[in-house]
């Protein structure tokens, strides 16, 4: 764990939802109970079906939220960038995290106890009413998701999955997408299988709207891949 008061005053700093919404007075009151932690690339920090040990907030790093089905299959539910909450579905009457999570790369995380998220809560409305709207958008999205992975194609599902980690991710220099995924976990995302992932990447390319170098995937022609989902509208900005 990471300790000192101005280390979490400057973490707390790059999570918007929480920045905004407690004022440093109250911040330098509860601020010996706030947990800093520092995860490496592939660390697991929430195990699926482990006790709840409240939110975790990113404040730098990139994390993968999954579930296991049979045989271990590993589903991707979601991926979480700096600012943004893990666990948020262990708040409240459960028991066990429904999830896992594991850091795509080095990762420090604030976490925040059920019992001090609850004292927090009841005394902040402003923080509560922009949770309300955060669990109201999740819950939307997963809706849609839900949707749209039962009408979808697997070409249709491979192009969302790319233009979700575009939207989200977006690109570095060289113009790949910013995120660097295995072709499994493009699978695990998109609900498919690895094979129908690769053939569908190498049919893209050859359409001319992907280029492909080892794992980095670029896109050409965003505007197209957008046009091939079009039906499915009501998730793009999900």
Do not use: W
């Amino acid at each position: 764990m990471l300790g000192t008061s101005l280390n979490i005053m400057s973490y707390i700093e790059s999570i918007e939802i929480l920045h905004k919404n407690l004022p440093e007075a109250y911040l330098e009151r509860i601020k010996d109970s706030i947990n800093i932690i520092k995860c490496s690339k592939k660390q697991q920090f929430i195990l699926e079906g482990t006790p709840v040990n409240g939110l975790f907030f990113i404040c730098s790093g990139r994390v993968k939220v999954f579930k296991t089905g049979i045989n271990d299959r590993e589903q991707i539910l979601r991926f979480v960038k700096q600012g943004e909450i893990v666990g948020h579905r262990g708040f409240g009457t459960r028991k066990s995290y429904a999830i896992s999570a594991i850091a795509l790369e080095d990762t420090i995380l604030c976490n925040l106890s059920n019992e001090l998220l609850d004292k927090m809560l009841k005394e902040l409305p402003a923080l509560t009413y922009d949770l309300m709207l955060f669990y109201a958008n999740e819950l939307s999205a997963s809706e849609s998701k839900v949707k749209a992975i039962a009408q979808m194609t697997v070409r249709e599902k491979v192009i969302d999955t790319l233009l979700y980690i575009d939207r989200k991710f977006g690109r570095n220099l060289k113009g790949y997408l910013d995120l660097q995924l295995s072709r499994k976990e493009i699978a695990a995302f998109a609900g498919t299988t690895d094979d129908q992932v690769i053939r569908t990447l190498s049919s893209l390319k050859k359409d001319g709207l992907i280029n492909i170098v080892g794992k980095r995937i670029g896109i050409h022609d965003r505007a197209q891949l957008s046009k091939e989902i079009s039906d499915h509208n009501f998730f793009l900005q999900s």
